[in-house]
């Protein structure tokens, strides 16, 4: 199994970036998937998770109503969307799979980051 994610870059605050993140090996479409950041001597954090029915989402709370969370079963992939970013967003960001329907995992399979840099 192999999480590819994509779509980093470096942006101004208020700025907006996709992420991509397109799983091979094994199907996805239906347990979760989810992104996960981590910052510069910080701990790894959830971002977003979405279920593997209905397509149920979960948000941490500073980036709710910011980002949004999607995937195309068909495809094997998931994405971010994330809008108006602040400098505190910086981070590399990954992408997870769960074995299992819910929206927070626990994960099985990550992905290697990719950078995202907000400047004020």
């Known amino acids: 199994v192999q999480l590819q994610a994509s779509g980093g870059g470096s942006v101004q605050a208020g700025g907006s970036l996709r992420l991509s993140c397109a799983a091979s090996?094994?199907?996805?479409?239906?347990?979760?998937m989810g992104w996960f950041r981590q910052a510069p001597e910080k701990e790894r954090e959830f971002v977003a998770g979405?279920?593997?029915?209905?397509?149920?989402?979960s948000y941490a709370d500073s980036v709710k109503d910011r980002f949004t969370i999607t995937r195309d079963k068909a495809w094997n992939m998931v994405y971010l969307q994330m809008n108006n970013l602040k400098p505190e967003d910086t981070a590399v960001y990954y992408c997870?799979?769960?074995?299992?329907?819910?929206?927070?995992?626990?994960?099985?399979?990550w992905g290697r980051g990719t950078q995202v840099t907000v400047s004020s």
């Open positions: 997870a799979a769960s074995l299992i329907t819910g929206t927070r995992g626990p994960y099985a399979y």
């Open positions: 090996g094994r199907s996805f479409s239906s347990t979760g």
């Open positions: 979405i279920g593997g029915s209905a397509g149920s989402t």
